[in-house]
């Protein structure tokens, strides 16, 4: 079974290509190389800095002293789910691989990718202090042109770089902007380092995970046994965000941890496979101007 296992594995490398195509977030991870492990397993430190501004100089005493105040913050990983799912037991290792392969790539696809990107969407959503616009339906590309440009005069004047500035907004309003005048739009877009569609089925303001345990259908509430996550009672549907790259603390930790083969699975003849989605999703406190978000009403 060794050899099987092995071959199995070598799966495991293609999965984080599979989050990487699917998912309309991934390109606002950040690299873990540049913090720190907390003293526990499920933190980071984050170094903050602070510093007095100018003063007056003086000709007879010369500069005045400022200081300087240099902190570490520790952070939580705050993204933490996860399943494990069965195949069958096989006669051909390479069928059972192949299994494997499709099942992991068709649950990442469809369950894993779509819940982490509305996860970090309401998250970045819920934030205090980010710029938010009024709220309420655009009805045509011009509407839509014109509260794009709203937003960045706003990154604009609270000095939020131009640089690294992500616009994620529906493909329903993007197609808007595509029906009006080309070179209007054109600009527009091209303000932006990098436009995605981000589909409405996973872009609101809250959600809500399902722990994957619970039925409370009898009780007029909701099966969680399904999994997964639903757009919150109180959630909102987003129109678009504007996303200072810089701005986020986004970090994730895409594993899959066991694969246990048929002979030692106590319950059933079949391949155990587990998969875990763990990781940070939050804004640093100084920079939440670097956020900018329009929702229905």
């Given amino acids: 079974m060794a050899n099987s296992i092995t071959l199995f594995k070598k799966y495991i490398d293609l999965l984080d290509e599979v989050y990487q195509n699917a998912s309309v977030t991934s390109a606002l991870d950040g690299d873990m190389t540049l913090v720190q492990m907390g003293a526990n397993t499920n933190e980071i430190v984050i170094p903050k800095i602070s510093m007095d501004g100018l003063a007056d100089y003086d000709r007879n005493g010369g500069y005045v002293h400022g200081d300087v105040t240099l902190t570490n913050e520790t952070v939580k990983f705050n993204y933490d789910r996860g399943r494990k799912f069965t195949v069958d037991a096989m006669d051909n290792e390479e069928t059972a691989g192949l299994a494997f392969g499709k099942l992991a790539a068709e649950f990442i696809r469809t369950k894993v990718v779509p819940e982490m990107d509305a ?34 005069n706003k990154m604009d004047e609270d000095e939020v770089p131009q640089e690294n500035r992500h616009l994620f907004i529906t493909p329903t309003l993007h197609n808007m902007i595509d029906a009006v005048d080309t070179t209007k739009s054109k600009e527009v877009l091209n303000s932006f380092a990098v436009v ?31 999994g ?70």
């Fill in 196 to 226: 995605q569609k981000v589909p409405q089925s996973r872009f609101y303001t809250a959600i809500d995970l399902y722990d994957g345990k619970t039925d409370n259908s009898g009780a007029s509430g909701a099966n969680e046994k399904v």
């Fill in 119 to 152: 996860f970090r969407f309401a998250t970045y959503a819920g934030t205090t202090g980010i710029s938010k616009a009024t709220a309420g339906t655009l009805a045509d590309g011009a509407a839509v042109l014109a509260a794009l440009v709203e937003a960045q």
């Fill in 228 to 297: 997964g996550f639903v757009k919150a009672s109180t959630g909102k549907d987003i129109n678009f965000m504007v996303i200072h790259k810089p701005a986020l603390l986004q970090y994730p930790k895409h594993t899959v941890n066991k694969v246990i083969s048929p002979d030692a699975n106590q319950d059933s003849d079949g391949w155990l496979f587990f998969y875990r989605a763990y990781g940070l999703a939050d804004v640093y406190e100084n920079k939440v101007a670097g956020i900018y978000l329009h929702h229905k009403a």
